[in-house]
């Protein structure tokens, strides 16, 4: 895929996570065919209007949707965090909701607002805000994919669990949990008529003994983001697990502690404090994982309009409490329009424990980047080192694990021809960089690997 292909690429795919399957018509391939979405470049003004960036052209009768960028006298920039520029791919996601169904909203804050918000903020405008949700839902309805998993290095997906098929929306969440003697706890956002619902259970030693554990917080259709659920270990040891997730569509990360699995339900489990401050207000699934070292929850998440990726752990001797070091949380100072992937472990190359997040870097590149933390005992990090790998991604969080103590492993979904997401595998190395394994399995939505199952949601 083309560097020119990325950029319409992610802002189309930024609609999936409303929930919705985004027609096959509406995806752009290289190159163009008849019936696809045809994006063009012109050197004029719209109407005769200089200010305009960009214009929907509706459905004629060689492509299903249209969309134009006006050149004229903009300052168009492929980095959203560009003083004074305009972001090719923030036009595009807005010009692409016209073509999904949706009108201006100009009474509250919405990708579908007509005019374009400036900076400091400008990466806000890659984000749908609750609005945009509910209206591409209303439009376009909800997705139900498969859930399927596979033993690791396994070659094929099973598409049922327990001889039954499972449907879902957002990127799904597995870790291990060896405490329940070598079973998974699984996280997913399912479809139950109009409501959604996040749904955890546990899997294995063999996926095909599948139990659902408990359906918890359905949650109005207007409440509840369908971009996934991130699942981790926990702090009380190998029983315990927690989840997190977009609990409303205005960004309130919710994250539950304490799951474990008993007959009938999840425990008595416990909510995290409701991450109401605005330092926690997000527009993506966050990620989970568990450093076994100081005995911390870890997660990382993308802050509402700033693209910035944070990291806090809770306290380890206040259960619901976020902090970081002296702070609430760690500022990595790194930027992403695309959900984090985490994961905390030892590190034989340094012997001690590292964590490394990786993510999709918000220029036009969409390059991979992976980035090494040292935590700290007191819950703070410090950043070693960032690298960029040279392929292109999009959308939904890397999975990512530590293999073998040296290397890190990272599986992504990429969009190859514009519809279709073969998933790639990377693995990185402190002695020998970057290797790209071949790309195997497919999905439209994203995957999760654990220590004893991989899943994904998709197709
Ligand atoms: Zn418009």
Redesign the pocket.
């Known amino acids: 895929m083309t560097e020119a292909l990325r950029i319409p690429t992610a802002a189309v795919s930024v609609w999936e996570q409303a929930g919705i399957g985004i027609p096959t018509k509406y995806w752009a391939y290289e190159p163009y065919t008849p019936n696809d979405t045809e994006v063009w470049a012109s050197s004029g003004c719209c109407n005769g209007e200089c200010t305009c960036l960009?214009?929907?052209d509706g459905v004629d009768s060689t492509d299903n949707c249209s969309v134009a960028l006006y050149r004229g006298n903009s300052n168009w920039t492929q980095n959203p965090r560009t003083v004074d520029g305009y972001d090719y791919q923030a036009v595009l996601s807005?010009?692409f909701?016209?073509c999904l169904g949706l009108d201006?909203e100009d009474d509250v804050d919405a990708l579908?607002n007509?005019g374009y918000d400036g900076h400091p903020d400008g990466i806000d405008n890659r984000f749908l805000r609750k609005d945009d949700m509910l209206g591409v839902r209303s439009v376009q309805g909800h997705a139900s994919w498969s859930l399927y998993w596979r033993n690791p290095g396994d070659s094929s997906w099973n598409s049922s669990f327990n001889g039954s098929s499972l449907w879902a929306s957002g990127s799904p969440g597995v870790a291990y949990g060896g405490g329940f003697n070598g079973w998974n706890l699984i996280g997913f956002q399912s479809s139950s008529g109009l409501d959604w619902v996040t749904t955890i259970g546990k899997a294995g030693p063999t996926p095909s003994s599948w139990t659902n554990v408990c359906g918890i917080w359905h949650d109005n259709t207007w409440q509840t983001s369908r971009d996934g659920v991130a699942v981790g270990r926990d702090v009380g040891g190998t029983n315990y697990m927690a989840v997190a997730y977009l609990y409303k569509t205005n960004g309130y990360i919710r994250a539950v502690r304490n799951l474990y699995p008993v007959a009938g339900g999840c425990g008595s489990f416990a909510l995290m404090n409701q991450l109401t401050d605005t330092d926690f207000i997000t527009r993506r699934r966050p990620a989970l994982t568990y450093n076994a070292n100081n005995s911390r929850l870890t997660m990382a998440w993308i802050d509402y309009h700033t693209g910035l990726i944070k990291i806090s752990t809770n306290s380890s001797t206040n259960n619901s409490t976020w902090v970081s070091g002296g702070g609430q949380y760690y500022n990595t100072s790194e930027y992403t329009d695309a959900p984090v992937g985490i994961v905390c472990g030892y590190w034989s190359p340094t012997a001690s424990t590292k964590c490394f997040i990786a993510f999709p870097r918000l220029e036009g590149d969409h390059y991979l980047r992976l980035c090494r933390l040292t935590p700290y005992s007191n819950g703070g990090f410090s950043k070693d080192w960032c690298s960029n790998s040279s392929y292109a991604i999009s959308n939904v969080p890397p999975s990512i694990r530590i293999a073998n103590d040296n290397t890190v492993e990272i599986m992504v979904p990429y969009f190859s021809t514009g519809s279709s997401a073969p998933i790639r595998k990377y693995t990185y190395t402190e002695s020998g960089g970057w290797s790209q394994y071949s790309s195997y399995g497919s999905t439209k939505v994203g995957m999760a690997i654990g220590g004893g199952v991989e899943i994904k949601v998709g197709n």
């Open positions: 960009g214009e929907y807005h010009e909701g016209h201006h579908m007509s």
